[in-house]
């Protein structure tokens, strides 16, 4: 998303998805990008059934982007997104 000079509103990358691991967390310019986990697609984690399972992965998800957001020093990237504002598509 472009940012709003006129109003000191900088650039923001929202396309940081989280729905089964971090995406959009790589690639820093000049530096090595950021490896994070990636858990099965959402389908097969719910045909587990099993909501501990469910949980563990989101608190590691959790713990990989406030590992990510306290590297970029809390300041989201216009091209990496961080921040701790992550979305999961709905389907």
Not at 63 to 86: H, V, W
């Amino acid at each position: 998303t472009p940012g709003v000079p006129r109003l000191g509103v900088p650039p923001y990358q929202y396309h940081s998805e989280g729905l089964h691991g971090l995406r959009s967390t790589c690639d820093l310019e000049g530096q090595k990008p950021f490896y994070s986990t990636l858990f099965p697609q959402v389908t097969g984690m719910g045909a587990t059934f099993n909501l501990t399972l469910v949980q563990n992965m989101a608190t590691h998800m959790s713990d990989e982007a406030r590992a990510i957001n306290n590297i970029l020093a809390g300041k989201p990237s216009p091209t990496l997104g961080g921040g701790l504002s992550y979305w999961g598509p709905t389907m």
